[in-house]
């Protein structure tokens, strides 16, 4: 199911779907749909170039998806320092954040979330100066034209629109938003804000050092507010809790 904040935005599931009936074929109710999602993460980042990393597992899937965790998911035009607390909340500090946002350098956004909505920067007066502006009109004219902003909920840009193709993963992103140059207000406002910008600097010109901190990184990320031991289920299916699903 989708609500507001991830409609017209979860794609890929049926990889997931797939990878799960192959395992439940050789290794029935072991692995769970949320070690799986973090495996097929792992492996994505892998293939775009980044160097591999374990990732612990013993995840166990919930017993329901409350729609106030997609409402929490982060913003577009939400700020560093919005988003610093939010981050802290779980555990993970503004390192991690800036560390992670690279992986913004593949993947699409929908128009209503990039620099093209108007207001989008309201909150970020000093992203709005920093801007690249004839990239923000090509962001206009190519992906997102003011006549159809009534579509702006589907219409999708890529993150990173010098690598529309997807294939240059990784520290290219913060060499592209240090010149204002990003689709979200947030990954531009990095490059700005007093308090990541030096990180900003540091991994546009060490890409090792970045690839080191984003494995380190995901795997704490996906150590926030786990299920494990006897909490919840392995499903059977994972776009459903096992006592509804046919699976
Ligand atoms: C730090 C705050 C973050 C913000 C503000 C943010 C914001 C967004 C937004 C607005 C989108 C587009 C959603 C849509 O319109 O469909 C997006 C997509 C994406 N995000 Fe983030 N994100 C954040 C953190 C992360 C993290 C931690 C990761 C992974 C480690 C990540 C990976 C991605 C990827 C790969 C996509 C593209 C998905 C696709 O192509 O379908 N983001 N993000």
Redesign the pocket.
């Known amino acids: 199911m989708t609500f507001p904040a991830?409609g017209?935005?979860l794609?890929?599931l049926d990889a997931l779907d797939a990878a799960k009936t192959e395992v439940e074929k050789h290794c029935p109710g072991v692995v769970s749909c949320a070690d799986l999602l973090a495996y097929a993460?792992r492996d994505m980042i892998v293939l775009s170039g980044n160097p591999k990393y374990d990732v612990p597992a013993g995840r166990r899937d919930s017993f329901n998806t409350p729609g106030g965790l997609a409402s929490a998911?982060?913003?577009?035009n939400?700020t560093v320092a919005f988003?610093q607390q939010a981050?802290a909340d779980r555990g993970l500090t503004l390192q991690d954040?800036v560390v992670?946002?690279g992986?913004?350098s593949?993947?699409?956004?929908?128009c209503?979330?990039t620099i093209a909505e108007v207001g989008s920067m309201d909150k970020m007066p000093d992203t709005a100066k920093f801007v690249d502006k004839q990239f923000l009109q090509m962001e206009k004219q190519k992906y997102c034209p003011e006549s159809k902003e009534v579509l702006f909920g589907e219409l999708?840009v890529p993150?990173f629109p010098d690598n529309p193709n997807n294939s240059d993963w990784g520290n290219a992103f913060y060499n592209h938003i240090m010149k204002g140059r990003g689709s979200?207000p947030?990954d531009v406002s990095l490059a700005v804000e007093q308090t990541t910008k030096g990180m900003v600097q540091r991994y546009a010109s060490d890409s090792a050092q970045w690839q080191k901190m984003f494995n380190e990184a995901?795997v704490k990320?996906g150590k926030v507010n786990v299920l494990t031991g006897d909490q919840g289920e392995i499903r059977r299916n994972c776009k459903w809790i096992n006592a509804v699903s046919t699976a």
């Open positions: 991830n017209n935005s794609r890929g993460a998911l982060p913003k577009g939400d988003l981050f954040m992670l946002e992986s913004h593949i993947g699409q956004t929908r209503q979330n999708r993150l979200l947030f995901m990320l």
